[in-house]
Structures are given as C-alpha cells and as structure tokens.
C-alpha cells in the first residue's frame, strides 16, 4: 500500500507539471498578436504625395510577403487641420482590438508642426518602427519664368518676389533656412503650403507659382516626363541619376542647406506591447527586401534608416527636444 501511495504521488506530481505547462504554453499562445481583421492605415496627406507612396509601398510589400496574416489594409486618409485631426484620432485611441490593427505614417514634417501648434506630442504616440530619411530639392515647371538658380538668385537680387509651393512640415523648415542662408526676407521669397506635395506639383504644372519644393519619391514621375525639372539640391551633395543635374547650394557660394526628413509608423499609445512586436518585426522584414531596397529607397532615392521601436523612440523623442528647443518652446 506504501508503495502504491508513493507511485500514486508520483502520477499526481507529474501530471500537475504537465498541466502546469499546457497552461503555460495556452498562455504565451494567447499572448501572441497576429491581425485578425482589416488593418486601418491612417495618412494625413493627400494621396500621390511622398507619404502616400511611402504607405503604398510597404502595404504592398507585406501583402506581397504574406507578412499580415490574410488581412486587408485600408488607408485612410485624414487631412484635415494640415493632418492634426488625423494625428489626435490615432493618439486618443482605446486600448483593445482596433488600437492594435491601427497604424499611423508619421514624418518629421508631420512631428515639427504638430508640436510648434498643438499641445500633442511624440510621447502621445507608440513608436513602431523608423524606415528612411530623404531630402528635397527646388524644381521649376514648364510655365516658371526661371530656368536655373542662378537665374532666381539674380532675380532676388533684383528685388523681384518669387514664390514657391510645396508640403507642410519639413518643407517649410527647408524653405525657412533657405531664405536664411541666401539673405532674403519671406515676403520676397514666399511660400505657399499645401497638404500635400501632389497639390503643389499639381499647382506647378498649371503655373500657379514659380518653384517647387519637393523629396525625389513625389516628383520623380514628372522629372522623367519632363514636365518639372530640378535645379537646386537641398542636400550636401547633388542627387544621383535623373537629379544630378541641380547643384547644390555651396555651388553658388553659399554653406548648403538640407533639413531632412525621416519616414516612420507610429501607433495608438495605448496598443498592446504583443501587437507592438508584431509589426516592428513586420516592417524590420519590408526594410529587408528587394523590393523595398530596389523598388522604393534606391529608385525614390532615399537613405534607408530602419529603426526597431525602442531605438525609434530614443531617436524621435530626441529630435522633438532639439526641435522645441530651437523654436523657444
């Protein structure tokens, strides 16, 4: 009987360690995100522009890559108040199933003016993942009266007013050192912002002003038509292929002038830390692709810069302290 008592503990012991696992494992398995519903992808530019194709490229590649488990992405494009509607819906999102199927593509140029005009800030999100950084450059049209820079520094010399078009955020952070730098005032050479950089390519080709402010993605269509062409990079050194022709700003005598702007995703704060490893590792296997290298940084002509959420983080919060700091606020 003492034997069998024993052998029964034993028996007793062993399955409350298999059970123990089991729970265990069914735990770690519930703990584990994957999408199980359509995913809503907010944009607070216009389509066509930089963000917009940004966007599009990854939704593609994932899909291609079969990385979203067989779900749909739905972009939804929110621009109203210059993006800021869109940006305060995503970061007031509730906890559950929609904060962790939700997505938010989110720029330099979309953290400078939501922090200088708004009490929402870059902690108010949860970083996912930082893809690349790129860079602008001036373009004229087919209707500009001026055919190279040297021909609107002259003209600026003259006294003339000249006006340039572009994008909201980083685009006028370019236009603002700039003007800076080549010693004019923004009522001579002014500027005209609009949600996205599709509207001013749009109001280039129509000759509505005389230069635009653009990054290589949004304007590289219309380079190759010859519809725009550039002539001044914005960068410390010319851009390859199609863009080699624009000199660069020290080319004329002057230091060079780049504020570039980097790419990310960021998310609801309050989505879920499982969900939240999800798609970094999603996005860390687009940044690994052909056809995010080929396809999209080297024909767009960007820097690719992937950065897990952790080290977004460390980074974004950085910048949105250096930027507060050289705005006095």
Known sequence: MKKLAILLGILLLVSMSVFAAGQAEATGAAKAFVPTKNIEWYVTSSPGGGSD???RTIMDIAVAENLLNGQNVVVQYKTDGAGEVGRLLVSQIKAGVQADHTLLTFNSGDLMPMVKNTANRFENFQPIA??????HLLFIGEYSKYKSFEEVLAALKRGERIVLGGSKGDDIGCHAALIKEIGVTEDQFSYIAHDATSGAITAILGGHFDLLISKPAAASQYVEAGKIKPILALSTSRFPGNLNSAPTLSEFGYKNVEVPN??????????????VAYWTDVFKKVSETENWNKGYIEKQKLVPDYMDSETFRTYGMQFQKDYLASIGK
Not at 130 to 135: E, F, R, Y
Not at 263 to 274: G, H
């Open 262 to 275: 980097w790419r990310s995703i960021v998310a609801p704060k309050s989505m879920s830390a499982e969900a």
């Open 130 to 135: 930082h893809m690349a950084v790129d860079k």
């Open 53 to 55: 194709i940004f966007t």
